[in-house]
């Protein structure tokens, strides 16, 4: 079985520029979660997809991210514009019901 | 609010030492607490986890016990390896929710 996989492994961008990150979940897991983790600090929840509804997104810092989950399929995550502040490892995850969640690898993002 | 404060590393251990990694908790009811693991180049694995107060998580030869009294969920392994140089996370996940909370993870170093 496949795991989560995510792309690109690694973004180098500039302020004012967009990017948009790609996650594939684990093929039937209908729950999808984005985390982010800015250097030195905690993992953070930005947002939980249940198939393509967005369940809660209370952790999403600004406007300025948009993320999407078209046919409950795979998802994006979408940065217009980016901020330095923006930079730091993306963590997708997905779980089918229940409690655990199956990362990926992450995408490193650099704003400069 | 909830949150997951954990020993700040590195952790640095020779062979066969004796590993600890303190992992403390605030949250309201019964959360379940996890130990996340990320080793180089690759995404967060579950290590392991607990449900409910007095369960003991174990994997691979650690272990980390659910302590209502003390909101703990130290992480421990009597003889680490130096394939268990890897980043390790302290996690939950409460009652009334489906995001994880993280704490800042703990960097483990084991040389030979």
């Known amino acids: 079985e496949a795991g989560v996989t995510q792309f690109p492994s690694h973004s180098v961008i500039e302020k004012g520029q967009t990017v948009t990150l790609r996650c594939d979940p684990i093929?039937?897991?209908?729950?999808l979660y984005w985390y982010r983790r800015v250097m030195g600090k905690e993992i953070k929840f930005l947002l939980h997809f249940v198939k393509e509804s967005k369940q809660d997104e209370s952790g999403m810092p600004n406007n300025r991210f948009l993320a999407e989950r078209t046919g409950g399929t795979y998802s994006t995550l979408k940065v217009q514009p980016a901020e330095l502040e923006d930079s730091g490892v993306y963590f997708c995850?997905?779980?089918?019901?229940?409690?655990?969640?199956?990362f990926g690898p992450g995408t490193r993002l650099t704003v400069t | 609010g909830n949150s997951v404060t954990q020993m700040e590393g590195p952790v640095t251990l020779s062979e066969e030492a004796f590993l600890t990694i303190n992992c403390t908790y605030t949250?309201?009811?019964?959360?379940?607490l996890f130990w996340y693991v990320q080793y180089p180049g690759e995404g967060l694995q579950l290590l392991l986890k607990a449900t409910k107060a007095d369960d003991k998580g174990s994997n691979k030869g650690f272990e980390a016990t659910y302590r209502k009294e003390t909101t703990s969920f130290h992480l421990e392994k009597g003889s680490v390896q130096v394939s268990d140089s890897a980043v390790y996370f302290c996690a939950l996940i409460t009652q009334a929710g489906t995001a994880l909370i993280f704490g800042k993870g703990t960097t483990l170093s084991v040389s030979s």
């Open positions: 093929s039937g897991h209908d729950n």
């Open positions: 949250a309201t009811g019964y959360p379940s």
């Open positions: 995850a997905s779980s089918p019901l229940g409690v655990r969640q199956y």
